[in-house]
């Protein structure tokens, strides 16, 4: 069975840096992104229809991540296939900072660390999948990059708390059930 690949790939007129699309975004923190339209009023943010004009990559990364995180091979099929790679190797890493006995409060402060932390970007040494992603062509394209990144990271971070403390005040044993696994064998 193949992984899941993003529904986004079909966009034309969408910028890109490298090969790392900038697609936009349904956000409330300020980037580079073109912000979409907010979802109608009573519509939930934890489950927004993909033939919704407000659905966007970050709602697909998180459709996508508990059946993608079992795929250790992933075919990239396209610049928004990159975006879904990033975006799931980043909620990994914010799953492995929350603890079953962490109050939603205590994981909010981790994740939104993790969120703000100093990050690389692709062609940095540090970036750990240079082999999937081309470098920035010069230092303005960067520096959108990792804005665009940026913003990416803290609306990721805000969405998946939504999400694994639904609940309550715990967290949901079934996103937490994910915190070993790693897509493609690799980590940010």
């Known amino acids: ?14 910028r ?3 090969n790392f699309a900038l697609l ?28 919704s004009e407000s659905y966007d990559p970050l709602d697909e990364v998180l459709l996508l991540f508990r059946a993608n995180t079992f795929f250790r091979n992933f075919e990239i099929k396209g610049p928004a296939d990159r975006l879904l790679i990033y975006g799931i190797l980043f909620v ?16 909010e402060k981790a994740v939104s660390t993790a969120a703000l932390d100093q990050f690389s970007i692709p062609g940095d040494a540090g970036f750990p999948l240079n082999q999937l992603y081309e470098a920035p062509h010069n230092k303005n394209d960067a520096e959108v990059l990792r804005q665009y990144i940026s913003q ?28 070993k696994r790693r897509f493609m064998g690799k980590s940010l």
């Open 92 to 107: 990994s890493e914010c799953l492995t900072k929350i603890r079953p006995t962490m109050s939603a409060r205590e994981a």
């Open 1 to 14: 069975m193949p992984a899941y690949h993003s529904i986004f790939l079909r966009d034309q007129d969408v």
């Open 152 to 179: 990416v990271r803290q609306e990721l971070a805000v969405r998946l708390l939504a999400r694994v403390y639904a609940g309550g005040n715990t967290p949901s044993k079934w996103w937490l059930s994910f915190t």
């Open 16 to 18: 890109i840096i490298g």
């Open 24 to 51: 936009p975004l349904r956000t409330r923190t300020r980037g580079p992104a073109y912000t979409l339209s907010p979802l109608p009023a009573g519509a939930s943010d934890l489950n927004v229809d993909p033939a």
